[in-house]
């Protein structure tokens, strides 16, 4: 047995690779021989095990953050999770009304190809006082094989803004330089 | 069922082989030795059985299996080395897992030996506390985030999420590693060694 507060024999990356069944099964039988031998080892086992659960959990909870391709939303309905979904194509003006659902999932779709560097801007009006906010900006992921950049906010936060309109516009490294895509947008009523 | 708190004896600090030695030295009149053998076993097996099972409920019957035949096994003798007790009891895990497949009944497999009860609660699997969770992961890149949460809500493959993604299967590697660092990190359970 190790002390308690010897380091693990095992890195961190080994045994995040074993619990998802992603080391070649020579790999997992040293890792295996280790970590019965280990208490260190043990404990970041179930470190990592807990990590798992808890971003399930979180997910479930409505948490929004790392929703990027169209297999999680499916796995996320099938799961009994509700997602109202909007599609929404350059220049074309989508409206949308939140309701009680769980998520908002929006899809930005044209021809991303292979673009870096990804970020969306997102310019908010409301348009009850006229009042504009400052460009929101954030980095995205593109789902490549669907080309699109999947958006998913929680129902509590969209149903929490006045009647707007939000116009999104993507920006990404392509072969010929700094592209902006877009713009898409938004007609938000609470 | 008589339940025997290891978390202050005297066994603690002892090294796997001391345990094994003491349960085969003195069978079913060393309690806090034989609770401080589960308490650090079980959950190795538990691990073992979440990745070669895949569910908290097959994992939990095969810690219970395993951790049976070896308090029985340590308690007759019948353990050669127990100074090299851990992989003993992996290799109980193993063949259990295995004849698992093979659908052999528990009885085939463990006899009709009453088990030794007092040891034997199920292990709890530890729970993060989501807020705290939460807050972790909004200190990760988008990127690792959504790495994250596709291997562990998703269940996705690596080669899917690289596909998806647009980036080499080694990158998301590096990436969920260096995000799941930094969870640790942020939640402040244990160091990573010099690596």
């Known amino acids: 047995m190790t002390t308690p507060n010897a380091p693990s024999l095992l890195p961190l990356s080994d045994l995040v690779d074993y619990l998802l069944g992603e080391l070649s099964p020579a790999d997992e039988r040293r890792v295996e021989e280790i970590f019965f031998e280990d208490e260190a080892s043990t404990r970041l086992l179930e ?88 460009t929101l900006s954030r980095p995205v992921e593109v789902d490549r094989e669907a080309d699109e950049i999947l958006l998913i906010f929680t129902g509590e936060e969209v149903r929490s803004y006045p009647r707007s309109l939000w116009t999104l516009r993507v920006h990404g490294r392509t072969a010929s330089g700094e592209t902006e895509f877009g713009p898409f947008i938004l007609d938000h009523t609470p | 069922m008589q339940k025997t708190q290891a978390s202050h004896s005297k066994w603690n600090g002892a090294a796997d082989g001391e345990l094994a030695k003491a349960i085969t030295r003195e069978p079913g009149r060393c309690p806090d030795a034989e609770a401080e053998f589960y308490r650090r076993f079980a959950r190795r097996v538990r691990l073992y059985g979440l990745r070669h099972l895949g569910g908290e409920d097959p994992a939990r019957d095969l810690t219970h299996n395993v951790m049976v035949l070896t308090l029985e096994k340590l308690r007759r003798g019948e353990v050669r080395e127990p100074e090299r007790v851990g992989s003993f009891v992996l290799g109980v895990a193993r063949m259990l897992v295995h004849e698992h497949y093979r659908s052999r009944s528990r009885e085939e497999l463990l006899g009709n030996d009453p088990p030794p009860d007092h040891v034997l609660e199920p292990v709890e699997p530890n729970r993060l506390a989501s807020a705290r969770l939460k807050k972790c992961m909004e200190l990760l890149s988008e990127r690792e985030r959504a790495i994250l949460v596709l291997t562990y809500y998703g269940e996705q493959s690596t080669k899917t999420i690289a596909q998806s993604l647009g980036l080499g299967a080694g990158n998301v590697r590096v990436i969920r590693h260096r995000g799941i660092a930094q969870l640790r990190e942020c939640i402040g359970i244990g160091k990573e060694p010099g690596r």
Request: proline residues 3%; negative net charge; glycine residues 10%.
């Open chain 1, 47 to 134: 470190l990592i095990e807990s990590i798992r659960e808890g971003i399930r959990d979180l997910v479930t909870q409505a948490y929004a953050g790392g929703v990027v391709n169209l297999s999680m939303v499916q796995k996320m309905r099938q799961s009994g999770l509700t997602l109202r979904e909007y599609r929404l194509t350059p220049g074309a003006t989508v409206s949308c009304k939140a309701g009680p659902e769980d998520f908002v999932l929006v899809r930005l779709a044209t021809g991303f190809g292979s673009a870096a560097d990804v970020t969306v801007d997102v310019d908010f009006r409301d348009l009850e006082t006229n009042r504009t906010a400052p």
